[in-house]
C-alpha cells in the first residue's frame, strides 16, 4: 500500500480498534495516544516521499507541511485529551465515541491534505466535519445539540456548494482530458485549465470559494464556527482551528491554481482578497466584545485564516510564502492556546474571561504559557506569525499599496484586543479555583495539558526563526507550486 495511503488508513484502523474496545482503566486514552504517534510517525517518513500524484492522491511541497503540523497537533491533542478526559463526565459509550470520532476526522483529515482527486477531496472534508459535528455534540446538552445542529447544517450547505463547484470543473475538463478520473484530478486540471471554458471555471471558483469558504470559517458563513468552539470537548477546539480550516483552504487554492492558469477567466486573487479582508475586519472588532474565553479565540482563528486568504490572495511568491507559514503558525499557536484556555477551564470551573483571571500568578506554567501564546497570536517576537504577517505586509506594500490601510487597522484592533485579553486572563490578581471534578486525574496532573503548551510554543518559535534549511526550501517550493 502507498504510504499516503497508510496515513490514512492507520487511523481509520485505529478508529475501529477504539470503538471496539472497552474503556477498562482508562486503556482507550493511551491506544488514541499510541495512534497518534503511529500517525506522527508516518507523516515524518511522508519528508523522503518522492513527490508527485500516485493515483488519487500526491505528495508536494505545498500539503506535505500541512500534513507534518496536522499529525504533530493530533498527537498533542491525544495527549491533552487524556488528562481533560474524566472531567468531561463521559459515559462508556461516549468515550468509545470520541476516540473512534477523533481517529476518524484525523484519517479523513490527511486524505484531504493528500487527494489529488477534487472528488476524494470532498468525501475526505465530508467525512471529517461529520466526524467534528459528532464530537461537538457529544456531550448532548441543548447548548452542545444546537452548535452541532448549526455545524451541519451551514457546513452541509457549505459542502453542497463545493460539490456544485467540483462538478462544474469537471465539465470545464471534459472536452479536453474526457471522461474518468483525469477530469477531476488537480495535476491533469491544471495542465489544460488553458483550454478549458473559462466562464464554467469561472462559475466552480465561485461556488468552491463559497462552500469551501464556510469550511474554513471565512466571513459570512462562519457562524458555526464560534459555537463549535464553545460547546465541544475542549479538544475539539484544536482541531477544528488548527486542522479543518486548513484542509478547506487547501482546497480553496487547489481550485484557484486551476482557474488562474486560464487567462479568461476571472482572476481568483480578488475573491480571495475580499473575504479575506472582511473576515479580518469582522473579527478583529469582534474580538472586543467576547466575554467567553474560548468563543473569543475562535473569532482569533477567523482572523487569521482571513489574513491567510488575503496573502494567498495577494499572490506572489513573498505573499504566498506568509500565507503557507501563517498556516503553519496559526496551527501551532492555537491548539497551545486552547490547550492552555482548556486546562485553566477546568481548574477554575469556567471558561468565562471573568473567571480565569490572574492565571500567571496562581498557575505560572500554565499562565505564561497562555500569556505567551496570545502575544504569538496578536503577532508578537518570537514567534512564526511575528514572521508571517511581516511578509504579508510587505507583499501588500509592493503589489498592492491600497491594502495597507484596511490590513493594518485589522492587524493593529486584533493585536489590541488579543493584548486586553492577555491582561485578563493571566495578569493581575487571581481568581478563585473551583476544580471540576475528574480534572487532571491522570499522575503527572497538569503536566499532561501544559507539555503540549510548551512544545507547540517552541515549534512555533523555531518555525520563525531557526527552521531547517531543508524545511525553509520546502516551504518555498509550495509557494511556487501557487504562483
Given amino acids: 500500500m502507498p504510504l499516503p495511503w497508510i496515513l490514512v488508513f492507520f487511523p481509520w484502523a485505529g478508529a475501529v480498534v477504539l470503538a471496539l474496545l472497552p474503556p477498562r482503566f482508562g486503556v482507550g486514552r493511551f491506544v488514541n495516544i499510541g495512534v497518534g504517534a503511529g500517525s ?110 448549526k455545524f451541519f447544517v451551514l457546513c452541509g450547505v457549505g459542502i453542497a456548494l463545493a460539490l456544485f463547484g467540483t462538478i462544474l ?20 486540471l491544471r495542465a489544460v485549465a488553458a483550454r478549458c471554458d473559462p466562464g464554467l471555471l469561472s462559475l466552480a471558483f465561485v461556488f468552491l470559494l463559497v462552500g469551501y469558504g464556510t469550511k474554513a470559517g471565512l466571513v459570512p458563513l462562519h ?47 480578488p475573491f480571495l482578497i475580499g473575504f479575506g479582508l ?33 496573502a494567498f490572495g495577494i499572490g506572489g511568491a513573498v505573499a504566498n510564502l506568509a500565507g503557507i507559514l501563517h498556516l503553519l503558525g496559526h496551527s ?15 481548574i477554575k470551573g469556567s471558561q468565562k474571561v471573568a473567571d480565569i483571571g490572574g492565571l500567571a500568578a496562581s498557575h505560572p506554567v500554565l499562565g505564561w504559557g497562555l500569556a505567551l501564546g496570545i502575544a504569538g497570536l496578536a503577532g508578537m517576537p518570537p514567534f512564526a506569525l511575528f514572521v ?18 484596511p490590513l493594518g487597522l485589522g492587524l493593529v ?24 471534578p475528574g480534572a487532571f486525574a491522570l499522575p503527572g496532573g497538569l503536566l499532561w495539558a501544559t507539555g503540549p503548551v510548551w512544545l507547540h510554543l517552541a515549534l512555533a518559535a523555531l518555525l520563525a526563526f531557526a527552521a531547517p534549511a531543508a524545511f525553509v526550501a520546502l516551504l518555498r517550493e509550495g509557494a511556487r507550486i501557487l504562483a
Fill in 40 to 149: 506522527l510517525g508516518i507523516a515524518l517518513a511522508l519528508l523522503g516521499h518522492p513527490h508527485g500524484e500516485q493515483g488519487w492522491t500526491r505528495v508536494d511541497a505545498l500539503n506535505l507541511p500541512l500534513v507534518v503540523v496536522a499529525a504533530l497537533v493530533g498527537l498533542t491533542t491525544a495527549v491533552f485529551s487524556a488528562a481533560t478526559l474524566d472531567a468531561e463526565r463521559f459515559d462508556h459509550l461516549r468515550v468509545r465515541a470520541y476516540h473512534a470520532a477523533f481517529q476518524l476526522f484525523m484519517g479523513a483529515q490527511f486524505l484531504a491534505l493528500l487527494s489529488d482527486n477534487l472528488g476524494v477531496m470532498w468525501v475526505a472534508i465530508e467525512i471529517a466535519t461529520l466526524a467534528s459535528v459528532l464530537i461537538v455534540g457529544i456531550h448532548g446538552t441543548p447548548a452542545a445539540v444546537e452548535a452541532a445542529w
Fill in 223 to 269: 457562524s458555526w464556527l464560534p459555537d463549535a468552539e464553545a460547546e465541544g470537548p475542549l479538544p475539539i477546539c484544536a482541531v477544528l482551528s488548527g486542522l479543518l480550516l486548513n484542509a478547506a483552504l487547501l482546497a480553496i487554492l487547489r481550485g484557484a491554481t486551476i482557474v488562474g492558469a486560464n487567462p479568461a477567466a476571472l482572476p481568483p486573487g
Fill in 169 to 188: 470543473l469537471y465539465l470545464a475538463a471534459q472536452p479536453v482530458v474526457g471522461s474518468g478520473d483525469p477530469g477531476l484530478s488537480w495535476a491533469a
Fill in 332 to 346: 501551532l499557536v492555537k491548539s497551545a492556546v486552547f490547550f492552555a484556555v482548556g486546562a485553566a477551564a477546568q
Fill in 278 to 310: 472582511l473576515s479580518l475586519l469582522l473579527a478583529a472588532a469582534s474580538l472586543w466584545r467576547r466575554r467567553d474565553a474560548r468563543r473569543l479565540f475562535a473569532w482569533s482563528s477567523i482572523e487569521h485564516v482571513g489574513l491567510a486568504t488575503l
Fill in 388 to 405: 508571517s504577517e511581516l511578509q504579508l505586509v510587505a507583499a501588500a506594500a509592493a503589489l498592492s499599496p491600497w491594502l495597507i490601510v
Fill in 413 to 436: 484592533v486584533a493585536a489590541a484586543a488579543l493584548i486586553r485579553a492577555l491582561q485578563l486572563l493571566c495578569l493581575g490578581a487571581p481568581t478563585r479555583d473551583n476544580p471540576v
